[in-house]
């Protein structure tokens, strides 16, 4: 709220502003209905000036973020879902009155958003996990100590397995990872209960039946999770697989239905992402490091 500072009072903005966000919180407490999402979006359109008024004042534009946007694929009338799309592009590439920012975790979110507009208006950025640098910072300087285990884990775990090496194993470079990791390790005394959901999981993919509440019925067999989980694997060091090379092994069908249910990462593009060092083309992960450990495991258990 510090720009609106910046704004003369006599165009009345700040208190349009303000007028607007009681009006949101008034109106998440009603039933969501059409209207009342037309309103809404109305409300924003008049709300806020165009371009010609933020670059006067060299205020940057306001940022609309919403959160899981994937959930918009679950409305049940597509022409509501159009008019907020087009409402979208009007506000933000034409009139230019803010950027919005959608963000999911579904792998095929991009695929999905693009099919619903033109390519053109969509830039599709990843948020990668830590770099490895970033992570052992992260380690270092921020959960030990917050756990108050630097001494006692550095010494146990840390120096005596390769520094960070040995943890990174384990947990990888995603932060919430590495904070469970620790977090499980003070509580239980060593034993990390959230690593052993991973082995169940895969152990559970190797006889599909279909997995309550999740999208799609499977589509692959054991066979084909075994040969995906040899080739994640075999690929740690390159931190991931093409998809192209997977289709091969088993099909796209199996292989998205795989995605779908969770028991792979599908990242489509590597723009401004820094922790995997990957080709400008669609690559397919483990869903994170205990997932890979555990195909790991399940690997050496089936030989």
Do not use: C
């Not at 607007?20 to 409300?43: C, H, P, Q, W, Y």
């Not at 918009?72 to 009139?95: D, H, P, Y």
């Not at 970033?134 to 010494?155: C, N, T, W």
């Amino acid at each position: 709220m510090k720009y609106l500072e910046k704004l003369p009072n006599e165009l009345e903005i700040k208190d349009k502003i303000l007028d607007f966000l009681n009006f949101v919180a008034e109106k998440g407490k009603e039933k969501i209905t059409s209207d009342r999402v037309s309103e809404l979006l109305s409300k924003i359109a008049g709300t806020l000036p165009d371009w010609n008024f933020w670059n006067g004042y060299r205020i940057p534009q306001p940022i609309l973020v919403i959160d899981e946007a994937n959930l918009f694929s679950q409305l049940g009338r597509a022409s509501l879902l159009k008019s907020f799309l087009n409402w979208l592009v009007l506000n933000t590439k034409e009139e230019r009155r803010f950027h919005a920012i959608l963000t999911s975790s579904d792998s095929f979110f991009i695929n999905w958003i693009e099919s619903q507009l033109q390519i053109p208006h969509v830039t599709p950025y990843v948020v990668g996990d830590l770099s490895i640098e970033e992570a052992e910072d992260y380690f270092e300087k921020h959960v030990l100590p917050r756990y108050g285990m630097s001494h006692q884990f550095i010494h146990t775990e840390y120096l005596n397995n390769g520094k960070f090496d040995h943890v990174r194993r384990i947990t990888g470079t995603r932060m919430l990872i590495i904070n469970m990791y620790v977090s499980e390790y003070k509580i239980n005394g060593g034993k990390l209960e959230f690593f052993r959901q991973e082995d169940d999981k895969l152990r559970t993919g190797l006889y599909p039946f279909g997995f309550s509440g999740e999208p799609i019925d499977p589509l692959w067999d054991q066979n084909d999770l075994i040969k995906v989980m040899k080739k994640i694997v075999e690929a740690e060091d390159k931190g991931f697989v093409l998809e192209r090379d997977l289709i091969e092994e088993i099909g796209i069908r199996k292989l998205h239905s795989l995605v779908y249910n969770n028991f792979l990462h599908r990242r489509q593009t590597n723009m401004f992402a820094n922790d995997i060092n990957a080709p400008n083309e669609v690559i397919l992960t483990a869903m994170n490091q205990p997932s890979l450990r555990a195909m790991e495991r399940l690997l050496k258990i089936l030989a």
